[in-house]
Every structure is written in C-alpha cells, then in structure tokens.
C-alpha cells in the first residue's frame, strides 16, 4: 500500500501492446497537434527560461517563413551543428515544416569533420553557436554553403543570466568580423517577419527528414538517411512502453541532439506526447545531478559511465528521488554489477524504479528494445518495441538460429532507415531483405534471444578478441573486472601478437583513494585467475586515472587499441 501512497503512477500495466497506430505526417505535423492540445504547458526549460508549447509553435512558424526567405526550398539539406539550445530545436523543426532535410552533427567535431560532413550531405545552409563559427570560416571556401546562420546562447537566456554570460563565457568567444558572410539568428529571424508567401510543405511519414552518423557495421562514418515515420514510430513507442508517462512529465534532455539517443527519445519522444524537456546544452556528473535535484526530473536518460559517475556525487546523497518514474541506461552495455549498484543508489534514495537498459542503433534512430517496467532478467538488453521485430542469425546470411544459440542481431519494423546516404553498397550489405518479405537491419552484434523474447547482447562482431583460436568478448571480462572491491571501471582490448594472433589487456580505473600499487595489481589479477578461463586471461593490467571517452560518452575503446599499435610500431623501429 506504501508504494501506491507514495506512487500512484506504479501499478501493474498487463502486457505492452504489439501493435501500435502511428502518425501518418511529418515530425513537426505532430508536434504541432500536440501544441494545440497543451498551449500552456511548458515545451522545453533553458537555464532559467520556460517556453510554453503555444510559443514553440509560433517560433517554429517564424523560423520556417525565415528560412523561405533566405532561399531554402523542399528538400534542401540545412547542417545544426548546435548543442541541446532552443535555436537548435527550433530550427530542427522548421528544417522539416518547409520539406528540408536536417543534418544533425556535433559542436565540438573538427573543422575537418564538418567539411566532411557538409559535403557529404550535400548541405546549402547551416547554423552554428559564434563559438563554433572559426571552424566554419577555414572550410568555407571548400563547401557550398549558400548561409550560415550564427547563433548565441546569450540570445536565448533570461535577462539576468545574460548579463552573466557576457560577463564570463561571452568574453571568451572570439569576435566574428563585421564583414563576414553570415546572418545572425535575431536578423535572421525578423526575415521571417516580412515573409507572406507560401512556406509550409505537406511532407508525408516516409519522406527523408533527418540525417544521422554513425560508423555502422564497418566503423566508417555515414550517414543515416532518417524519415518521418521513423522518428514519429519511436515517439510512439517510447510512450507505450513508459506507460507511466503522463503529458507534462520532465526529460532531463541532456544527451546530445546530433546523436539518436538524445534527438530521438530525449527531445522527439517528449515534445510529441506532452512532455517538458529539460534542455542541457552542456554538463558533468555534478551538473547533471544538480538538475535532476532542481527540476525534480520524472525521466532521465544517459550512458552506462554516466551513471556510474553519479553514484560519486554528494550533490544527492540525501535527495528524495520517488519523483523519478524512468531511468535510462543505452548507448554502450550496462555491467551487471553497475546496474546492480545504481538500483541500489536508487532504493537507498527512495525511487521505486530501477534503472532499464536498451539496445539499439542509429540505423534505427536509437532504441529498439528496452527492459519491462515489470520484469528483468539479469543481463538482458529487454524485449522489442510493438511492431519491431528481432531475430538472431548465423553471422553473414539470414538463416535464423534456435533460441538460446549466439548470432547476429538483426531488426525490423517502422523505425528503420532509409538508407545510408552515398553508400549504396553498404546499404545494401546491412539492409537486407529475407525472405519473410522484412527488410532487415544486420546490427553487426552478436547476441541471443530466449523463448521469451528477452534479448542478450554479447558485443560487437568486430571488438571480437581471437587468441589462440578462441573467440573472447570484451564486454563479459569488463563485467567480472568491474565487479572487484577495488575497481571503478575497466576497458578490455586485444593487443595484436604474433603467436596467439591478439592478447587481452586490461585498462583499469580504480576506485577513489586506491593506489596504483604492485599489491592491488596482484589481488586484481589473481582475482581474474579465479574468475576468467585461462586463455581469456589479461596478460597486462594497466591502472590508468581516467579512460578516454567518445563524444556521447562511451569509453573509447578505439582510442586504447590506438595507442598500444603505436607502442608496438615504435618497439619494431627500436629494435
């Protein structure tokens, strides 16, 4: 009786419905439904300031007669390269009320990157915050940017904040020259003032609406061909498998929008329903906490060492969180042991809920497969989506395997790409059409699935270690090492060698106020001993402060295998 007391939301929902109906427009199309039907509820909080749905709708509205006026047309491509702002979400959303495509990419790439980028989306406009604009400026004579429109974080602060944003950030930004060929959002948005011809394009579920990027199966950047319907299916899924969801709930939306996870279920998901997002353009562990605390989110989404860091943080060690009604963990593999201590953190702070993993890909805008509210089984990814369908297959063909047998992760159902953009081979390669009449996405991971649906992932077909002709995952030695008294983290890697073809070496961060000593080494080694078989066993631990992270957030462990080739290569030059 305590838990409905304190709870009402938390009671038995039955089963998740297998079939949903879904929108059949385009992303801003239900959006502005559902500004129509909650104008006064809140749409998104940034640093202080509130917009109501009425008002994101008239700013959408003028961005879009903006972007008419400046030239863009029906299927021009626009780049945001922006962090979680309200002109992002803006403009995101108005690239696809005038028919444009939106190419989604990170702030903080190189002026390299987004040179790539730009061409490689065949992009006419872009919008960036000052800050970035420099990276801009040294590759414009190599693109076909009609625009850029230049945007501040200033410009969307309350008054008082804006002040004090000068004062210490806004004096860090270099001044961008009076002469340079850009628009600023404020002019840029007063064009939209003096438009009155026709802006709005009747846009249809399967039209291309976003792209994405993603290393796919083979680890090389695409990009991800994205429509309507995929992002307005995950919407709906998202909220039937949350029933607990209400119109007015708060995402504490802090994942990037240039990735799935944060554009797909962070921002699209809530504003399609109802709810409020919680706009973080940038954050730590103590931030992240902070407004969690601040804003008593009901929803938070983040990566595995996210959370991991939360668990560190003194800002909520006496913070009642029964407020908090959905905890998300995707984007890499949560470890046993560290869903085990955040439901912990969670108990002993008087949640009711436990943290839920997911699996999916960008290929599938993100999620595809999410943990029941009522039932976990210890290593599992959960089941699919309605209308999503898994099945695991011998690697490289689409014969199906019996249940409880490791094969290829492949998925189907609404929210799967269209295609990756110039790559018309790999598409083909990883879009397969088998013979139940499905097109399939080959995920590149290895998994299994149970009679009952429930999906295990095992790892990447290509993070693979072979040594000695065995077959040894990184991910399982990271979940026994992470188990350790003494360990906060671990990444695992394969070292090429000449006589076992690749060795296992152990990354290892330790846990606050440990040291590095030859005695902790051995007791984490002998504990493997006892707990690895023989020839998975690390033949090198290396204690390290902190393990480098990928832009979302993942330990990059790329960047590890990076570093011990160039070790080898300059033992093969000194020798």
């Known amino acids: 009786m305590e838990t409905q007391t304190r709870a009402p939301w938390l009671e038995h929902y039955g089963d998740i419905p297998k079939t949903l ?19 006064k509820y809140i749409a998104f909080d940034f640093m202080g300031a509130q917009t109501t749905y009425a008002e994101f709708a008239k700013k959408v509205e003028l961005c879009a007669r903006s972007l008419r006026a400046i030239g863009v047309r029906e299927g021009d491509k626009i780049t945001i390269c922006m962090p979680n702002c309200p002109q992002a979400i803006i403009m995101f959303y108005a690239t696809n009320l005038v028919g444009g495509i939106a190419n989604m990419i990170h702030p903080l790439s190189s002026q390299n990157e987004i040179e790539f980028y730009l061409k490689e989306s065949e992009s006419t406009y872009a919008i960036t915050l000052d800050q970035f604009y420099g990276k801009f400026e040294a590759i414009r004579q190599n693109v076909n940017l009609y625009n850029i429109i230049i945007a501040s974080i200033k410009d969307a602060l309350s008054q008082p904040l804006k002040a004090g944003y000068m004062v210490t950030e806004g004096r860090k930004i270099a001044k961008i020259p009076k002469d340079a060929p850009i628009i600023r959002w404020n002019v840029f948005m007063n064009e939209g003032k003096r438009y009155h011809w026709k802006y709005r394009v009747d846009k249809k579920a399967e039209d291309p609406a976003v792209i994405l990027y993603s290393g796919g199966t083979t680890g090389t950047t695409k990009g991800i061909l994205l429509s309507n319907r995929n992002f307005n299916a995950l919407a709906a899924q998202i909220v039937a498998t949350n029933p607990m969801f209400r119109a007015g709930d708060k995402m504490l939306a802090a994942m990037p929008i240039f990735h799935g996870f944060g554009l797909g279920v962070s921002i699209h998901s809530m504003l399609a329903n109802g709810g409020r997002c919680v706009l973080v353009p940038r ?43 959905g905890v998300f963990s995707g984007g890499d593999s949560l470890s046993v042991e560290l869903k085990k201590k955040f439901d912990k953190f969670l108990y002993d702070h008087k949640a009711i809920i436990q943290i839920r993993e997911g699996y999916g890909m960008t290929e599938c805008v993100t999620a595809s497969c999410l943990t029941p509210t009522h039932m976990y089984k210890e290593g599992s990814i959960g089941q699919p989506f309605p209308d999503t369908y898994f099945k695991i297959v011998e690697p490289g063909t689409d014969r199906e395997v019996e249940y409880g047998v490791e094969g290829e992760i492949c998925i189907a159902g609404p929210t799967v790409m269209m295609e990756y953009i110039n790559h018309p081979d790999e598409t083909a390669n990883t879009l397969r059409l088998h013979s139940d009449g499905k097109k399939w996405v080959h995920s590149g991971d290895l998994g299994v699935m149970d009679p009952e ?78 707990n690895i078989a023989k020839y998975a066993l690390p033949y090198d631990i290396e204690f390290r402060d902190t393990l480098p992270k990928t832009l979302v957030g993942k330990v990059a462990y790329r960047v590890l295998e990076e570093e011990e080739l160039a070790k080898l290569e300059k033992e093969t030059v000194t020798k």
Request: glycine fraction near 4%; charge should be positive.
């Open 453 to 530: 649906g429930f999906v295990y992932f095992k790892q990447r077909m290509k993070r693979m270690i072979i040594t000695s002709g065995y077959n040894v995952y990184p991910s399982q030695l990271e979940n026994i090492i992470d188990a350790h008294e003494l360990v906060q983290m671990s990444c695992v890697i394969g070292v090429p060698d000449p006589y076992k073809m690749q060795k296992v070496k152990a990354f290892i961060m330790l846990k606050p106020g440990i040291p590095t000593s030859a005695e902790n080494r051995e007791s984490i080694m002998a504990y493997c001993r006892r």
């Open 283 to 325: 954050f730590t562990p103590t931030s992240y906490a902070k407004l969690i605390r601040k804003y008593q989110c009901n929803f938070v989404a983040g990566v595995p060492t996210l959370f991991e860091a939360l668990l560190r943080q003194s800002v909520l060690e006496n913070e009642n969180l029964s407020y908090l009604k």
């Open 21 to 39: 109906e879904y929108y059949d427009g385009s992303m801003w199309g239900l959006v502005e439904s559902i500004a129509k039907k909650y104008p």
